[in-house]
């Protein structure tokens, strides 16, 4: 018998500038999907859950809220880049080149931009990334540039859960 733990991510090490991540799956919005985010954040605009009120404006029906489009986009990326991440550190230019309807699927990919190591934390990293979210016709939808703080191989060891392991496979961080 193998035990498998779950991925912990990857470390400030594993990153190197220019590299491209092609997330996957894409995520489908729907009606329900815009309605509650729009209403969690007090997003008081008509245009998000009036449809006679957005069908006499520029696109003929709701947009998606654009905040919601960014959750999901950086969402989207987390496995990818920064599942192993003590914290974000910031968010830099955010463009929407397109508008987001309910129905349009989004897919997102990650290009590496930058990365160093923290001068006041040394078992971690500071990575610059840039997440695009695309439609499904791969019209670009948004993009964001966002920085994390990254762990070092190592920051973990002996700090990971066990999962009610007893013995000597108990995990420990990626070599």
Not at 12 to 25: I, L, Q, R, T
Request: aromatic share 10%; glycine share 8%; hydrophobic share 35%.
């Amino acid at each position: 018998m193998t035990i498998h733990y779950p991925d912990s991510g990857r470390y400030f090490e594993d990153f190197v500038v220019g590299d491209v991540y092609k997330h996957w799956p894409g995520r489908t919005i729907n009606e329900t999907d815009n309605t509650w985010f729009t209403l969690l954040t007090m997003n008081t605009h008509p245009l998000h859950f009036d449809y006679n009120y957005a069908k006499a404006q520029m696109f003929g029906k709701p947009l998606v809220n654009s905040l919601l489009t960014l959750a999901i986009v950086g969402g989207m990326a987390v496995r990818d880049t920064s599942q192993n991440a003590v914290a974000n550190l910031g968010f830099g230019e955010i463009k929407i080149p397109k508008p987001v309807f309910v129905g349009d699927t989004l897919y997102c990919e990650t290009t590496i931009l930058d990365k160093r190591e923290s001068k006041s934390r040394p078992d971690t990293g500071i990575v610059s990334v840039r997440h695009t979210g695309y439609n499904q016709n791969n019209e670009e939808v948004l993009t964001i540039e966002r920085s994390f703080l990254a762990k070092r191989r190592g920051y973990d060891e002996g700090k990971l859960p066990t999962f009610g392991v007893q013995d000597s496979t108990q995990p420990k961080a990626p070599k």
